[in-house]
């Protein structure tokens, strides 16, 4: 059985790709959806081209790991696609997180990193030739930003792993993207806070640009997707400018 994988496809990104992923690889049997709230997967049902097979549950958990676990064992899928699309950001500085929640913080390092990195160990050994692994990065692994500095971090890592992780998964002809958009319309602002720069809120875009690129730039076997110019341009400004003056541009107090 073919499959792909994807977590956070409740909402968002995640399930943009879920949308798009049929007309891409047609050849698939089913997509497994990973998310916390069931109403939302079960919708999905009737967006995408291919059957969906549910599993609810919470990624900071152990029990959704056990189910995912489980059922490769008892299917032995052949995996064509896994997108790790959960994540989530909050903006403010470290300070103003911990008084707010002090769990926060590491909660989204538990997300954004551990839980990426363990759906990807478990599905590691059912993809074969030809198999492609999307990881949810951020233009925010570009360089390091006060205000939003855990979740930079977060996705620095994302970015990091992915790179080494293709590099090493090529000789098996499996392909690792990092995603790198900048500010996607999506429900993220709902947990991040709203965008208040304004030059931010001037560069959304929409998600289905950014997937459509994802899968196109996945199937072409690049490292690394940025959607958009100005992102290309952040991106391109992070590798010739010294981190120290980007940091002070960003936070010249
Ligand atoms: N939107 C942006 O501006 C932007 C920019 C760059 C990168 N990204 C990255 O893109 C990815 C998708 O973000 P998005 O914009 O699509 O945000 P979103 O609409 O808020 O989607 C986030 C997804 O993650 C899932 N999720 C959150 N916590 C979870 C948990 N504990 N367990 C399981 N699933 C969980 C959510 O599902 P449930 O709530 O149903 O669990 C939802 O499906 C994230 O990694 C984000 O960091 C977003």
Same mark, same amino acid.
């Given at each position: 059985m073919k499959i792909a994988v994807v977590t956070g496809a409740s909402?968002?990104?995640?399930?943009?790709?879920? $949308?798009?992923?049929? #007309?891409?690889?047609?050849? @698939?049997?089913?997509?497994?959806? %990973?998310?916390?709230?069931e109403h939302r997967l079960l919708e999905l049902n009737q967006l995408s081209r291919v059957p969906i097979r549910i599993l609810e549950g919470d990624l900071l958990e152990e029990e959704v790991y056990e189910k995912l676990e489980k059922l490769l064992q008892e299917e032995a899928p052949d995996i064509r696609m896994l997108v790790n699309g959960a994540g989530f950001g909050k903006s403010g500085t470290v300070e103003e %997180?911990?008084?707010?929640?002090? $769990?926060?913080? @590491?909660?989204?390092?538990?997300?954004?990193? =551990? &839980?990426?990195?363990r759906v990807t160990f478990c599905c590691l050994p059912c993809l074969s030739r030809g198999s492609r692994i999307i990881q949810m990065a951020s233009a925010a692994a570009f360089s390091p930003q006060p205000a939003?500095?855990?979740? &930079? &971090?977060t996705k620095a890592y994302v970015l990091s792993f992915s790179?080494?992780?293709?590099?090493?998964? $090529?000789?098996?002809? %499996?392909?690792?993207?990092?995603?790198?958009?900048?500010?996607?319309? =999506?429900?993220?602002?709902?947990?991040?806070?709203?965008?208040?720069?304004?030059?931010?809120? @001037?560069v959304k875009v929409k998600a289905?640009?950014?997937?459509? $690129?994802a899968l196109l730039d996945s199937r072409r076997g690049k490292d690394i997707s940025v959607y958009g110019l100005p992102m290309k341009c952040a991106h391109t400004a992070s590798k010739l400018l010294? #981190?120290?003056? %980007?940091?002070?541009?960003?936070?010249p107090g």
């Open positions: 909402s968002g990104i995640g399930r943009e790709f879920v $949308k798009q992923m049929g #007309h891409f690889y047609r050849d @698939l049997d089913e997509i497994w959806v %990973i998310a916390r709230r %997180i911990l008084k707010e929640d002090p $769990k926060t913080q @590491l909660e989204m390092i538990g997300l954004n990193c =551990t &839980a990426l990195s939003f500095a855990v979740y &930079a &971090a790179r080494s992780l293709g590099a090493e998964l $090529k000789s098996r002809g %499996i392909y690792v993207t990092a995603v790198c958009p900048g500010p996607v319309d =999506t429900e993220f602002f709902q947990v991040s806070g709203q965008l208040e720069n304004p030059l931010k809120k @001037l289905q640009g950014v997937v459509r $690129k010294p #981190h120290r003056l %980007i940091l002070k541009l960003m936070n």
